[in-house]
């Protein structure tokens, strides 16, 4: 088993900062591609960014410009820099990890618990 565990989230002035964090641990040989996704209330779950192993990034167009992510992969963790943060960006901030536990097992999916980011003044 793999657990992903989010820290970083909180309470934030728009315009501020804030740097989310995911460490992820367990049965780990190697983490493909890690990401961040974010649910709002009564909204589906959305991509925010992703990051492959290798450094590749890509991000949504809404947060394109504002947030940075990045990866320490000797320490299975994956970061993400919100700068200029903005009302709408208030949502349920999960992490997600490709995960091959061991050869030849296939890669899969896990996600952290979640972190909460509210932006309000």
């Known amino acids: 088993q793999v657990q992903l565990v989010e820290s970083g989230g909180a309470l934030v002035q728009p315009g501020g900062s804030l740097r989310l964090s995911c460490a992820a641990s367990?049965?780990?040989?190697?983490?493909?591609?890690m990401g961040w996704y974010r649910q709002a209330p009564g909204e589906q779950r959305e991509l925010v960014a992703t990051?492959?192993?290798?450094?590749?990034?890509k991000y949504a167009d809404s947060i394109q410009g504002r947030f940075t992510i990045s990866r320490d992969n000797a320490k299975n963790t994956v970061y993400l820099q919100m700068n200029s943060l903005k009302p709408e960006d208030t949502a349920v901030y999960y992490c997600?990890?490709?995960?091959?536990?061991?050869?030849?097992?296939?890669?899969?999916?896990?996600w952290g618990q979640g972190t909460q980011v509210t932006v309000s003044s």
């Open positions: 367990g049965s780990i040989f190697t983490i493909h591609v």
């Open positions: 990051i492959t192993r290798a450094g590749t990034t």
């Open positions: 997600n990890a490709d995960v091959t536990s061991r050869i030849p097992l296939p890669p899969r999916a896990y």
